[in-house]
């Protein structure tokens, strides 16, 4: 049992304990690491046909070499103090999950103790302690976050862990179904897709129910599974009819007949003007179930869940577990087999405990004699233990001639993706291969024990996506990496431990998007990076000190549409002329994002909708300033709200330019100095980049270092520019007020030293739409709501 920990029976009135230091977090964690690697403790050999194997021991282990379970726990402890002895800088309040941890601790050092302890309570312990010891390590990337995580949100008391579906029963609606006109209408709107957006609209069955998908996630699965491809009779025609036949297959074009016919619905978000995400509704989504069953389409239980089972579907996922598993060193009996077997040993030791020891000693002495009598009988049992064993190997045959014509792994909840190398290896014909998480948030912790199962990537020739999104535990790929000649997109997005990519990443010639973005720890890359010409999109490339790719080997991707760089360098200046003279070689560059410093990534735009938390937590350290910005600015007289951020529908636009007129005459003074500068260095730009055009239409900013715009960023370079978002840093200024930009949508956040008011931004944007204006003191008289968007009455377009 659960010893009661005294200091949370108190009837005082609780005071909260001040936030422990990273130091003092260290020590307790070390503490907790030298009682427990002091305790011995020899677990029980499980059952080769019943092991209980848990899905945090790693349910792809052998059963019958599974590791002592106190060792694993002393290794998590280890992980931990070893991964906050590196986040010196930060510091949060821990202390009542260590409470927790050393509650855990101290009950299983207790029953330890015990005379004639309880195994089966022990383990529980075990897994329970390594359970939130997991739970801490997932606020670990999320340090950068400034996270604050109470006890009872993640933490569970020992004893009490349960294992609880968070699915809900797909198939309670059953009466609905029942309806003719529901059935015959949704069967009407399915019947009138073709084959590729059927099979499109399937992919949504395996995702929980309301759970949110991303765009990004349905663009490149549809693309792995050649979904997006044109037939051979589009083919033919493509010359005619290339941009109505990209049209009709482009992801937007599905997701927008897909909620027209009712199918799913988009995730509305704040300060959108697109959709990013989708949702399906329960009801719908249980006949898609259906569908997906009937076509084979990946294989559900009878709830409707989708499960791992072998041989149903060439379509897999991979969930949590318990027990046998597929994936597991030996071969699953059959369901049968199993049942029996698990049922024998479990009647003959309630019978052992029934009889005396004397009627136990009689009944062994005739069980030799019957031996004896029994020779042929004990022949026979030989041969039938022959044939099982023959029928194991011709299961495994089995398994592994199905792997091996698998088309898609999809990861729907397994958190420890680790899978047998052996087993790995055999998917020769792989198209699809999703290990990471696909959730939009970080709220599941993912992570690998081990990466030597990568190695059987060399094997997977014909694999078009490959995605470990999210997990934990890899800080280098391996060298079979090289070997995925056909590979299109591979996306690494949010491995935290990712320091370097391998050089056999230049061997992926056919490969078009390659998404770095949050690898907070990578700072090598390869230069044979630049060998990749028919690269379009590449996120999170990384400048700096360590990394041998530079900017200038990338202007050898003719083909890049869309490229983000996070600067690590202080050396690194886009206001230099080398690095201007690379830039404008990039001819089909559409969109381009830089950030410096140690700035998560964020694409808010066309993924995930949601802004990076360690952003918001870095433009808002300089809040004091803001504070202190907001009350010298005496010119500013706020109306209908706080500091010139009213209500757009309080204040007609006429009469707010009308206002503006008179303050702007008054500041035109005020800014004439800076904006004669300004103007001398920008005429010199215009003469050097006459000839010079980008095709840029979105250009995004962050933390940028220096108060002055590039020489090179103004709007004569940058005519197609629709989009531009600054955020963070020292910029002083948007460049001269009579150079007018053809931006459409402007986000300006956490800017202190911009000085300009609303009849000044509708001159130098006379074509702005959408206007979101956050933390930027100096910007005032701006009609904008109380979250600091302003809406034109034409809307926006992407």
């Known amino acids: 049992m659960s010893s009661p920990n005294p200091k949370h029976q108190s009837s005082s009135p609780e005071i909260d304990p001040p936030p422990l230091t990273i130091h003092e977090i260290v020590t307790r964690l070390d503490n907790l690491h030298k009682k427990l690697s002091h305790a011995k403790y020899e677990p029980e050999k499980p059952s080769k046909l019943d092991p209980q194997q848990d899905e945090k021991d790693g349910d792809s282990k052998s059963t019958t070499n599974k590791p002592n379970p106190l060792d694993k726990a002393c290794n998590e402890l280890k992980y931990l103090k070893s991964a906050f002895e590196k986040l010196k800088i930060f510091e949060t309040d ?22 004639g302890y309880a195994k089966e309570l022990i383990e529980r312990n075990l897994n329970v302690l390594r359970a939130n010891i997991t739970k801490v390590k997932a606020q670990i990337p999320l340090q950068h976050q400034a996270s604050s995580i109470s006890e009872s949100r993640y933490l569970q008391t020992t004893n009490t862990s349960k294992d609880v579906r968070t699915l809900l029963d797909p198939y309670r609606a059953d009466g609905i179904f029942e309806s003719k006109t529901f059935l015959k209408e949704f069967e009407d709107h399915y019947s009138d897709l073709d084959v590729r957006h059927k099979l499109c609209l399937l992919c949504f069955a395996i995702f929980p129910e ?45 997701l927008e007949k897909f909620v027209e016919k009712g199918f799913v619905e988009p995730v509305t978000k704040r300060s959108r003007s697109q959709f990013t995400s989708y949702k399906m509704h329960p009801i719908i989504r249980c006949l898609v179930i259906r569908l997906a069953q009937k076509a084979k389409f990946f294989h559900f239980d009878p709830k409707g869940y989708p499960d791992q089972n072998f041989f149903k579907s060439k379509k897999l996922c991979l969930v ?3 027990g046998y598993s597929w994936w597991s060193k030996d071969v699953p009996p059959t369901a049968e087999e199993g049942e029996n077997q698990k049922q024998e040993p479990e009647k003959e030791k309630e019978k052992q405990k029934q009889k005396p020891e004397k009627e136990k000693e009689k009944e062994n002495e005739e069980k030799e004699k019957e031996k004896q009598k ?25 398994r592994v001639k199905y792997l091996e014509n698998l088309q898609t792994l999809f990861n729907v909840s397994k958190q420890f993706p680790d899978l047998r190398e052996e087993l790995f290896s055999k998917m020769k014909n792989i198209g699809v291969l999703y290990l990471g998480r696909w959730e939009p948030t970080t709220q599941r912790h993912m992570e690998v024990e081990k990466t030597e199962f990568l190695e059987g990537l060399e094997k997977m020739g014909r694999l078009l996506f490959f995605s470990l999104q999210g997990i934990s535990g890899i800080s280098k790929l391996p060298k079979s990496l090289g070997k995925l000649y056909n590979l299109r997109i591979l996306d690494l997005r949010a491995c935290h431990n990712l320091e370097e990519l391998p050089k056999e990443v230049g061997s992926l010639k056919k490969l078009t998007h390659l998404d770095l973005s949050e690898c907070y720890l990578l700072e090598k890359i390869p230069k044979d990076l630049s060998n990749l010409s028919n690269l379009k999109v590449l996120k999170g490339f990384v400048i700096s000190k360590n990394s041998k790719c530079t900017l200038k080997h990338l202007t050898k991707l003719s083909n890049l549409v869309k490229l983000s760089i996070n600067v690590n ?100 003074y005020r800014d004439a100095k800076k904006q004669a500068s300004v103007a001398t260095a920008s005429k010199d730009a215009d003469n050097k980049n006459e000839n010079h ?3 840029l239409e979105k250009l995004d900013l962050q933390c940028y270092p220096e108060r002055e715009l590039p020489t090179w960023l103004v709007p004569k370079n940058l005519k197609s520019l629709e989009r531009l978002y600054i955020k963070g840093g020292e910029l002083s200024n948007l460049g001269e007020i009579h150079k007018q930009w053809n931006v459409k949508i402007l986000r300006l956040k956490y800017l202190l030293d911009i000085k300009i008011n609303w009849k000044e931004l509708q001159l130098q944007f006379p074509e702005l739409q959408y206007l979101e204006k956050v933390n930027c003191p100096q910007i005032a008289f701006c009609p904008c709501d109380a979250s600091g968007v302003w809406v034109s009455k034409q809307p926006p377009t992407n």
Do not use: C, Y
């Not at 009988?377 to 194991?392: A, L």
């Not at 404008?584 to 140690?598: D, N, S, V």
């Open 94 to 115: 821990l202390s009542k999950p260590l409470d927790t941890l050393e509650d855990n601790v101290k009950d299983i050092l207790n029953d330890l103790d015990l005379k």
């Open 374 to 398: 029994h020779k042929p009988e004990n022949e026979k049992k030989e041969k039938e233990k022959e044939k099982k064993e023959n029928d194991t190997v011709k299961r495994e045959k089995e």
């Open 693 to 695: 055009q980008m095709k």
């Open 569 to 668: 360098r202080k050396d690194f200046s886009i206001n230099a002329h080398e690095t201007e003279t690379h830039f404008f070689k990039f001819t089909m560059l559409r969109k381009l994002k830089i950030a410096w410093g140690a700035v998560a990534e964020e694409d808010e735009d066309e993924e995930t909708g949601q802004t990076s938390k360690t952003q918001e937590s870095q433009a808002q350290k300089s809040s004091a300033r803001i504070r202190k910005a907001i009350g010298k600015l005496k010119n500013i007289r706020p109306w209908g709200g706080v500091h010139g951020e009213g209500s757009s529908k309080s204040v007609p636009e006429s009469k707010v330019a009308d206002s503006t007129a008179k303050s702007g005459e008054v500041d035109d």
């Open 320 to 322: 949590k577990s318990e």
């Open 210 to 254: 309301n759970a949110v998908v991303k765009k990004r996630l349905l663009r490149f699965w549809w693309e792995g599974e050649k979904l997006l491809s044109e037939t051979k009779e589009e083919k033919k025609e493509k010359e005619k009819l290339m941009s109505e036949i990209k049209e009709k297959w482009s992801v937007n074009k599905i």
